[in-house]
């Protein structure tokens, strides 16, 4: 279960990003919708973004308290 979150979060940009990729190709898709489906998530995606920043932090704190008291 550890780094579900990261997997999952990682997961879902890189669909938005082959979505918008596969759909520059095609000319029946509809760009302008597409982009202002990412334009209103844009809050989401940066969120996620700072929780992966964030735990990676807390992370690596946790491990140097640890390696603190080992010495």
């Known amino acids: ?5 990261k997997k999952t979060t990682l997961c ?3 669909l938005a990003f082959l979505g918008g990729l596969i759909g520059a190709f095609i000319t029946t898709f509809n760009m302008e919708g597409y982009i202002n489906f ?4 844009v809050p989401f995606f940066g969120v996620m973004i ?3 920043g964030t735990n990676s932090a807390v992370q690596k704190i946790q491990e ?3 390696n603190v008291k080992q010495d």
């Open 1 to 5: 279960m550890k780094g579900l979150a």
């Open 12 to 14: 879902i940009m890189g």
């Open 38 to 41: 990412l334009k209103a998530f």
């Open 64 to 66: 140097a308290k640890k």
């Open 50 to 52: 700072a929780s992966i």
